[in-house]
Nanobody
């Protein structure tokens, strides 16, 4: 099983960024997928989840209206489009597979997103 995130970087407040997660080794198209982030010195925070077909999406209050989660099951890839980024969005963003709600069994290595003020 592999989850490989990419696309992170350093941006300024208000800018946009899209991160991706390429999956392999399991049935991606039958898996609910989730982005989880961890800010420096803080715990893990659930960000967003997407259902199997991509029609059902869920967002944390802190990112709703600014972030859009999506997936392409033909490419085994999940995306997170982030707009109007804020310094408090600075974190290591992990791609995970959801099992039973807010439990996750597969994790990527993370991609760093840094938003400067």
């Amino acid at each position: 099983v592999q989850l490989v995130e990419s696309g992170g970087g350093l941006v300024q407040t208000g800018e946009s960024l899209m991160i991706s997660c390429a999956a392999s080794g399991f049935t991606f198209g039958m898996s609910v997928m989730t982005w989880v982030r961890q800010a420096p010195g803080k715990g893990l925070e659930w960000v967003s989840s997407v259902g199997i077909a991509g029609r059902e999406t869920y967002y944390a209050h802190s990112v709703r209206g600014r972030f859009t989660i999506s997936r392409d099951n033909t490419k085994n890839t999940m995306y997170l489009q982030m707009h109007s980024l804020k310094p408090e969005d600075t974190a290591l963003y992990y791609c995970t597979r959801s099992v039973l709600g807010l439990k996750f069994d597969y994790w990527g290595q993370g991609t760093q997103v840094t938003v400067s003020s």
